[in-house]
């Protein structure tokens, strides 16, 4: 079956402008989750949704960056006024979240966008 | 808060080599443990993993037991192939979001 998609592959943006990074997760998956991974590093969360709420937004840098899942399904992660230090691989993940502790739940990720802010 | 320490790399290794790569952890509460792995040009996929203590995630010939009194959750294979050239990532998750460690890169020469 298909997998977690993001789109786009790789975003190249001005220092300043605001980009949108969309991701689909696996049908049927009610949780889902954004991961940041800078270069040779391993990824970091951002935030957590259940179903449409986000329910977990810890990871979170600072106010430039949001996250909604309107309908529980697709995700976008927006960030306004990009830094250059926002250059990374943005990380997509899906799991059932059905499971009575969450924290066994497989993560199945995407491909990644890769932000590049000049 | 959570961490995850494994061993820098690269590790490079000759086919048919024994792999050991270290993971430990600090956690509250109780974890699952888990190995990803990405190969080149690839997502990250999952590997292996253990819910509770003493249990042993495996998968392609890749191994790794819970360890909670060591805090650990080394991994392991017996031979290696060139085509098991790639990073692995040890991560835990104690409520919902997965903490990484950096990252461990293994290159197999034929």
């Known amino acids: 079956g298909a997998g977690v998609s993001q789109t786009p592959s790789n975003k190249v943006t001005e220092k300043g402008k605001y980009v949108e990074l969309r991701c689909d997760p696996i049908?049927?998956?009610?949780?889902l989750y954004w991961y940041r991974q800078s270069l040779g590093q391993g990824p970091e969360f951002l935030i957590y949704?259940?179903?449409?709420?986000?329910?977990?937004d810890s990871g979170l840098p600072n106010d430039r960056f949001f996250a909604v899942r309107p309908e529980g399904s697709v995700s976008t992660l927006k960030i306004q006024r990009t830094e250059r230090g926002d250059s990374a691989v943005y990380l997509c993940?899906?799991?059932?979240?059905?499971?009575?502790?969450?924290?066994?739940?497989?993560?199945?990720f995407g491909p990644g966008t890769r932000l590049t802010v000049l | 808060g959570n961490s995850v320490t494994q061993m820098e790399g690269p590790v490079t290794l000759s086919e048919e080599a024994f792999l050991t790569i270290n993971c430990t952890y600090t956690?509250?509460?109780?974890?699952?443990l888990f190995w990803y792995v990405q190969y080149p040009g690839e997502g990250l996929q999952l590997l292996l993993k253990a819910t509770k203590a003493d249990d042993k995630g495996s998968n392609k010939g890749f191994e790794a037991t819970y360890r909670k009194e060591t805090t650990s959750f080394h991994l392991e294979k017996g031979s290696v192939q060139v085509s098991d050239s790639a990073v692995y990532f040890c991560?835990?998750?104690?409520?919902?979001?997965?903490?990484f460690g950096g990252g461990t890169r293994l290159m197999v020469k034929p």
């Open positions: 949704f259940q179903g449409t709420g986000a329910a977990d």
């Open positions: 956690a509250t509460g109780y974890p699952s």
């Open positions: 049908s049927g998956h009610t949780a």
């Open positions: 991560a835990l998750n104690a409520g919902n979001m997965l903490t």
């Open positions: 993940a899906s799991s059932l979240g059905a499971s009575g502790r969450s924290g066994t739940d497989t993560q199945y």
